[in-house]
């Protein structure tokens, strides 16, 4: 498959602290309400909606 769509970075590093509040490295962070994943294909379906089953057990999707 393809990597042209897959997410390799959103907003840039964001510092991560420990409990003294010092910082002690960056991560690249998901976009969740977007729900663009790094690493991901940007145009993955990640709630998919069930409407029933039909005929032939075969699941009906929007």
Do not use: C
């Not at 042209?4 to 907003?11: F, P, Q, V």
């Not at 976009?31 to 909606?49: C, E, L, P, S, Y």
């Amino acid at each position: 498959m393809a990597e042209r769509n897959k997410i390799k970075a959103l907003y840039g590093p964001v510092n991560v602290y420990d409990a003294s509040g010092n910082i002690v490295g960056q991560v690249e962070k998901d976009d969740t309400t977007n729900r663009w994943f790094i690493g991901h294909d940007m145009n993955a379906v990640w709630d998919q909606k069930v409407l029933g089953y039909g005929r032939f057990r075969s699941v009906l999707r929007l």
